[in-house]
């Protein structure tokens, strides 16, 4: 069958077979959050993730400024013609399939192209306020998107996306500092820092001043799974995938605290045999759960 051909000139389009396996083979945690869900859910997050992760590279693999918001313009386009039944390439073309079936708004795909343009120029945040927003764009709006095909479309739904989707973001900020910092980037409130008396500085050559910002920067993020936490003991049938994402987040976490924040060595990473033991775990436990009843479609 003859492929459509993708966006003129671009390099940063995708090949058909990418929906369906781009979270397996960038070794994402959320891959074996997806075996959980049934074929119908798991086909429409795999096009989820596919997208997010393909718009996040035209910014972060491009070979310079000029081409990324070339490529991001490109993909504005794509997902407009998507919503239009007009896309040519197979991901947004498969984001158009779901979008109707699934209940997902254009809006908050909008949102996480909005959110990973902010890396084009990067900048400090000031307040955590600024960098929660930060987070609600590149993180909750996928979460967002996420309860909805797992059949969730109220605002307490969105909530506990919004605070998971926190809580992941400034999981991988902590992670990160170092590979961050290699492309301009620095997360961290900066009224943190001066509330901690430290420096980026202190933090990215690892100072041992840096430990209680980066301490207090963990709680928040572990008050924020907790957050989610408390949702999503209510519907975890519904809700399992997100709770096995979560799952795997917290104990990501707990690896790099328990690494001491690195940022001059290599990220503190969780191996592929615990994720999935993880992954088991946390789908026992909804399995196991009372209350909630199997995901349909949020229209």
């Not at 993909?75 to 007009?86: I, S």
């Amino acid at each position: 069958m003859e492929r459509a051909p993708p966006p003129e000139g671009s390099v940063a389009m995708s090949a058909p077979a990418d929906v369906t396996d781009v979270a397996r083979s960038s070794g994402s945690s959320f891959y074996y959050a997806f075996l959980t869900l049934p074929r119908p859910q798991r086909e429409a997050i795999q096009a989820v993730y596919a997208f997010c992760h393909a718009v996040d590279d035209a910014v972060d693999e491009a070979p310079d400024p000029d081409t990324a918001r070339r490529d991001i313009a490109r993909w504005r386009d794509e997902l407009a013609r998507a919503y239009e039944g007009r896309a040519r390439d197979p991901i947004a073309r498969r984001i158009g399939e779901i979008a109707g079936p699934f209940g997902l708004p254009r809006a908050l795909f909008e949102d996480v192209i909005d959110g990973v343009s902010r890396d084009l120029d990067p900048r400090r945040f000031a307040r955590w306020d600024d960098l929660a927003g930060y987070c609600d764009l590149v993180a909750g709006a996928v979460g967002r998107l996420c309860v909805r095909i797992f059949g969730r479309c109220d605002e307490e739904a969105d909530r506990y996306a919004r605070a998971l989707g926190r809580a992941f973001q400034l999981t991988n900020i902590l992670r990160d500092l170092g590979p961050d910092a290699a492309l301009g980037r620095f997360y961290l409130p900066l009224e943190d820092l001066e509330r901690f008396g430290v420096s980026e500085r202190d933090v990215l050559d690892e100072r041992p001043p840096r430990m209680p910002l980066l301490t207090f920067e963990a709680d928040r993020a572990r008050a924020l799974f907790d957050e989610g936490a408390a949702i999503g003991r209510r519907d975890p049938r519904r809700l399992c995938a997100a709770e096995v994402m979560a799952a795997i987040y917290r104990r990501q976490l707990d690896a790099v605290v328990a690494a001491g924040f690195p940022a001059r060595r290599p990220p503190a990473r969780l191996s592929r045999a615990r994720k999935v033991r993880i992954a088991l775990g946390a789908w026992l436990r909804c399995r196991l759960a009372t209350g909630g009843a199997p995901g349909t479609a949020c229209l």
